[in-house]
């Protein structure tokens, strides 16, 4: 009789303190999450030094509560960490922890993409991973963090294309909200005063640039951010819903207008979009049209997925070991950690 295989997530890389189970490669056992938003919404943002502590703080609860699903005499065979990029701090914390963990249950340490995470996150559906996947594919990854687009040709099998020159896209969301005092996390908050002034059927008069980057697969968005601090800045009067609104059009435009040259300079007619600014829901709709229109299959994570979770860590994890069947490699934490394929 075959026996079960279960492989342990961690997720540590920012702010948010993650474990998950994950049986076969396929059914999710647990996925808890803690979130540190009320530690830092008073700094209006990520403070490193008070993430690593927290995820020091929390780390032992939320396993526990996670592996609590297998029983009484849990069994691990890979323990799959998050080893960048990510906080240095953050990342270490959750490095420590799973080579702990590994030895406890004499189990395989693996350390994963925290992007490629993100990716591969599109494969749930309802707890269980459906692996739906279709490559060769443009992958957008769009988060706190990053803004990226890449080639997959297979799991494990990617190139990077394009980047961010500056800010990433959900930095810019949350620097907008803070210069317009919507308090942290300010990114949903910005899109939601867009959909209200959407839904309000107003004209808006505000246009901010598109930063197109025509000829590269790069993106900047620190422009379209400079341009709503000096629209601030020159006018007393305005109307935020309305400047979200026009912001938001601007950074879904350009994404959109990215990725869909990608999809035409490489021949390729999949999409699959992952990371906390995916489930911006305009984001998800215009793709959404796009796609329709040139027979393009798209794949979004479901929303639950979308942020920080161990769940698309220990698929990720799971993937890698099958494939690669080492024990204990690529565990050095790398904040600064590019997406490449799989290697020993």
């Not at 474990?19 to 008073?42: P, R």
């Not at 953050?90 to 922890?97: E, I, N, T």
């Amino acid at each position: 009789m075959k026996k079960d295989f279960y492989t342990l997530g961690i997720e540590t890389t920012c702010d948010e303190t993650s474990a998950s189970v994950l049986k076969n490669g396929t059914e999710l056992v647990s996925n808890v999450v803690y979130s540190q938003t009320d530690i830092h919404k008073k700094f209006k943002g990520v403070v490193p030094e008070l993430a690593s502590r927290a995820h020091s703080m929390k780390m032992a609860s939320v396993v526990k509560q996670a592996i609590s699903k297998l029983g009484t005499k849990p069994k691990i065979d890979v323990v799959a960490f998050a080893s960048g990029p990510g906080l240095p701090g953050a990342l270490l914390v959750g490095r420590v922890g799973a080579e702990l963990l590994s030895r406890m249950y004499n189990a395989k340490l693996i350390g994963v993409n925290h992007l490629e995470g993100h990716l591969l996150a599109c494969d749930f559906k309802e707890g269980t991973a459906k692996t739906q996947l279709t490559f060769p594919l443009i992958g957008l990854i769009v988060s706190g963090g990053h803004t990226e687009l890449w080639i997959g040709k297979n799991y494990g099998d990617y190139k990077l294309i394009g980047r961010t020159r500056d800010d990433a896209v959900g930095e810019a969301f949350d620097k907008v909200a803070k210069l317009l005092d919507l308090g942290y996390p300010g990114g949903p908050k910005v899109s939601q005063l867009a959909q209200k002034f959407r839904s309000s059927g107003k004209e808006c008069k505000i246009k901010f640039p598109r930063p197109y980057m025509r000829g590269t697969f790069e993106f900047s968005f620190s422009g379209v951010k400079t341009a709503v601090s000096y629209f601030l800045r020159d006018n007393k009067k305005f109307n935020k819903d309305e400047v979200c609104y026009a912001f938001e059009e601007a950074v879904v435009d350009t994404l959109i207008y990215k990725v869909l040259e990608a999809v035409k300079y490489y021949k390729i007619k999949a999409i699959a979009v992952g990371g906390g600014v995916s489930a911006n829901k305009w984001l998800r709709k215009r793709l959404g049209e796009e796609c329709d229109k040139r027979k393009i299959k798209l794949y979004f994570s479901e929303p639950m997925y979308c942020s920080d979770n161990a769940a698309m860590i220990a698929l990720a994890g799971y993937k890698k070991f099958k494939k690669l069947g080492k024990k204990n490699f690529n565990i050095e934490i790398n904040p600064n950690m590019i997406i490449d394929s799989w290697r020993d």
